[in-house]
C-alpha cells in the first residue's frame, strides 16, 4: 500500500513540490503580506476627529498628517539615530570582526563566533535592561565616573541640548548607547563573513608588491570588507528604526517612530496614522535594500 | 579533516587584539551586571556598590503566581510556534532544495521579510488585519505573529544541511528498493535531525523573548517579555526583575549555546552563523 503511495508520488514531483510548498506559501501569502496589504490599505483610511472612528474611505489626508512639522522631526530624530548607531558599530564591530577572520585558529573562530551570536540570538529585553542598571544615576557607570573623577565631563555632556537630559538614562546619550550594544552583533557577522573571503595570497600579494601593512588594509581590505560593512547596516539602520522599547525605556518626551507608531495606535486608537507612518520605515528599508544590493551588500549576507 | 595547516596565522597587532578584546566584553559583561543584582537588598534603587548581599529574592520571586502564569504561557507560545516553524520551514527547504520553479529566489526573501523589516511593521500590519477581521486578540494570535518570524530561522538552517547532503544517497535509498517514506525515515531525518535541532532551538529562543510583535497581537495575555517590558517603563518590583532577567537568560542560553555549536560542528568551515 505505502509502495503504490510512494510510487505514486515518484511519477508525479509537479505535485508533490506543490504539496511541499501550498503550507509555507499560504501561511506566509495569507497572514503575512495579507497583513502587510491591510497595512498599506488603512494607511489610506482617515478617522473622524469627532467620533474618533476610522472611515474607510480612500484619502490621502492621512499621509498628509505624517509631514506635519512634529512628524517630521520625529522622521529626522530617528533617521539621525539609526545614522550614527550604524557608523559606530561598523567602527566598533570591525576590530574583532577582523580579528576572528583573519587571526584566530579554526578552533579560537569557532568560539569567538558563539561568543558573538549568543548575545544576537539572546533576550533583546533582558539586555535593554542590563543598561537600565548600568546607567541609572546610582548605577555602576556614575560611580566608576566618579571614581575617574570625570563628573565635570559628564555634566557638561548631559547638559547640552538635544542630545542631553536629566540623568544617562534617561537621555539621548544613553539611547545611544543602548542601540550600539545592542545591535552590535549584527555588525560584527557580516563584516567578518566578508573579510573572510578575502584570500590570503591577495594579502600576501600586496605585501610583496612592497605595500605597507597601513597601505594593504587601506586599499585592499577595507575596500573588500565595505559590502559586509553595508549588509551590517541594514540590520543597525532598520532595527533602530524600528525600535519602541528603547525610546519608551530611556527616552524622555521626543518621540521616535516606532515611539509614535506606538502611541497613535494605542492610547491615540488612531490606526491610520499609526499606519501611515509605519510606511515610512518600509519604504526607507526598501529604498535602502535596492541601494545596498547595488553595492553587492547581499553576497555578504 | 585538514590539520593544523590552516592555522599558520600572522601574529595579530597588540592594538587589535585589545581592540577586539574590549568589544566582547563590551557584549557581555552587561548581561553579569543584571545577576550581580539579584543579590541586592536594595528594592528602590540600582544602588552600586550594592549595600550588602542576599539571596531572598529568587524565594521571592518563586512565590508570585503572576510570573509562574508568564513564564507557562511564554513557554507554551514559544512551543506552538517552534511546531509550526518546523513543518513550514522543512517544507519550504525541501521544496526550494528539490526543485528549480519560477519564482523560487521569491521564497527567500519572502520568508526573510519579517526578520528584515522592522518588527514593528509585522506587529501594527498584524494587529490592522487581525482587528480588521473582528478576530478577538488571544494566545492563537500571538502565536500566529511569532510564527511568521521563526519560520525562516528553520529554513535556513535546514536549506543549508540539504545543500550539504549528497543528492546521491537518495537516489542510492530509493535504487536499493526503499520507497519514499522509508528513504524519509531512515536517510532523510537522520541527515537533518540536527538541523531541525538548532533551527527549532533557534526558534524557541526568538519566540520566548520576542516582545515587539506580542504588543501588538496580544489581547489581555501577559507573556514573560510584557511582564518585564512592564517594569521597564514602571519599575514596582525591581528585585524581582533582576532575577526574572536572569532566569530568561539561562532559560535562552542552552538552546542559543547548543544550537551555535551544532551549527558551528556541521559546516566546520568558516563564515555564515544566521
Given amino acids: 500500500m505505502l509502495n503504490r503511495i510512494s510510487t505514486f508520488f515518484y511519477r508525479r514531483p509537479g505535485l508533490v513540490l506543490a504539496l511541499f510548498l501550498t503550507p509555507p506559501l499560504l501561511y506566509m501569502v495569507v497572514v503575512y503580506l495579507g497583513s502587510l496589504f491591510s497595512l498599506l ?7 473622524d476627529d469627532f467620533t474618533g472612528m476610522v472611515i474607510r474611505e480612500f484619502t490621502l489626508k492621512t499621509y498628509a498628517q505624517i509631514f506635519n512639522p512634529a512628524n517630521r522631526e520625529i522622521f529626522m530624530r530617528t533617521g539621525s539615530m539609526a545614522f550614527f548607531v550604524t557608523v559606530v558599530d561598523a567602527l566598533i564591530a570591525f576590530p574583532l570582526a577582523y580579528y576572528i577572520a583573519k587571526f584566530s585558529s579554526r578552533r579560537l573562530k569557532t568560539w569567538l563566533l558563539i561568543a558573538v551570536t549568543i548575545p544576537l540570538w539572546s533576550s533583546y529585553l533582558v539586555r535593554v535592561y542590563a543598561w537600565k542598571l548600568i546607567l541609572a544615576k546610582e548605577g555602576i557607570l556614575s560611580w566608576f565616573i566618579n571614581l575617574l573623577h570625570l563628573n565635570g565631563p559628564l555634566d557638561w555632556l548631559l547638559s547640552l541640548p538635544g542630545i542631553g537630559g536629566s540623568s544617562l538614562s534617561l537621555s539621548p546619550i544613553g539611547m545611544f ?47 573588500l570588507a565595505f559590502p559586509g560593512v553595508v549588509a551590517g547596516s541594514i540590520f543597525t539602520f532598520s532595527l533602530t528604526l524600528g525600535d519602541f522599547i528603547v525610546p519608551l525605556t530611556l527616552g524622555n518626551s521626543k518621540f521616535f517612530i516606532g ?12 490606526i491610520p496614522l499609526a499606519a501611515a507612518m509605519t510606511m515610512g520605515p518600509v519604504v526607507i528599508m526598501v529604498v535602502y535594500l535596492l541601494i545596498a544590493r547595488k553595492l553587492g551588500a547581499f553576497d555578504a549576507l | 579533516m585538514p590539520s593544523k595547516s590552516s592555522d599558520n596565522l600572522p601574529k595579530a597587532p597588540l592594538g587589535l587584539t585589545l581592540a577586539a578584546l574590549g568589544t566582547l566584553l563590551f557584549l557581555h559583561v552587561p548581561m553579569w ?3 550581580l543584582y539579584t543579590l541586592t537588598p536594595d528594592e528602590t534603587t540600582y544602588t552600586f556598590p550594592l549595600p550588602g548581599f542576599t539571596t531572598k529574592w529568587f524565594g521571592v520571586a518563586l512565590q508570585r503566581a503572576d510570573l509562574w502564569r508568564s513564564l507557562t504561557l511564554s513557554m507554551q507560545v514559544a512551543a506552538i510556534a517552534t511546531l509550526a516553524a518546523l513543518i513550514l520551514g522543512t517544507l519550504a527547504a525541501a521544496a526550494v532544495y528539490r526543485s528549480n520553479f519560477f519564482g523560487r529566489e521569491s521564497i ?4 526573510v521579510l519579517p526578520i528584515a523589516l522592522p518588527g514593528i511593521v509585522t506587529g501594527i500590519a498584524l494587529r490592522t488585519a487581525i482587528g480588521g477581521l473582528d478576530i478577538p486578540f488571544s494566545f492563537w494570535t500571538i502565536v500566529i505573529g511569532h510564527a511568521t518570524f521563526c519560520v525562516v530561522v528553520v529554513y535556513n538552517n535546514v ?39 538548532a533551527g527549532g532551538m533557534l526558534a524557541f529562543a526568538l519566540s520566548f523573548d520576542e516582545v515587539i510583535v506580542t504588543t501588538f497581537t ?24 533582576n532575577v526574572v532577567a536572569t532566569i530568561v537568560i539561562l532559560i535562552t542560553f542552552l538552546p542559543i549555546f547548543f544550537a551555535q555549536k551544532i551549527s558551528a560542528e556541521a559546516s566546520d568551515t568558516e563564515g555564515e552563523t544566521k
Fill in chain 2, 159 to 197: 536549506l543549508a544541511r540539504f545543500r550539504r547532503t549528497s543528492g546521491t544517497m537518495i537516489e542510492a535509498s530509493m535504487d536499493l528498493g526503499a520507497n519514499s517514506f522509508q528513504t524519509f525515515r531512515y536517510v532523510v531525518l537522520p541527515n537533518i535531525a540536527t538541523a531541525l535541532l
Fill in chain 1, 41 to 47: 490599505i488603512n494607511s489610506f483610511f482617515s478617522i
Fill in chain 2, 33 to 35: 551586571i543584571i545577576f
Fill in chain 1, 259 to 270: 515611539q509614535a507608531v506606538y502611541s497613535y495606535q494605542g492610547t491615540g486608537g488612531n
Fill in chain 2, 218 to 241: 496580544a489581547g489581555q495575555q501577559t507573556t514573560l517579555p510584557i511582564w518585564i517590558f512592564g517594569q521597564l517603563s514602571r519599575p514596582r518590583d525591581r528585585p524581582v526583575t
Fill in chain 1, 177 to 223: 548607547i543602548v542601540f550600539v550594544y545592542i545591535w552590535l552583533p549584527y555588525m560584527i557577522i557580516p563584516i567578518q563573513t566578508a573579510l573572510e573571503r578575502v584570500p590570503g595570497s591577495l594579502l600576501e600579494a600586496s605585501s610583496d608588491l612592497g605595500a605597507k601593512p597601513y597601505q594593504t588594509f587601506r586599499t585592499v581590505i577595507l575596500p
Fill in chain 2, 108 to 111: 527567500s526573501f519572502l520568508l
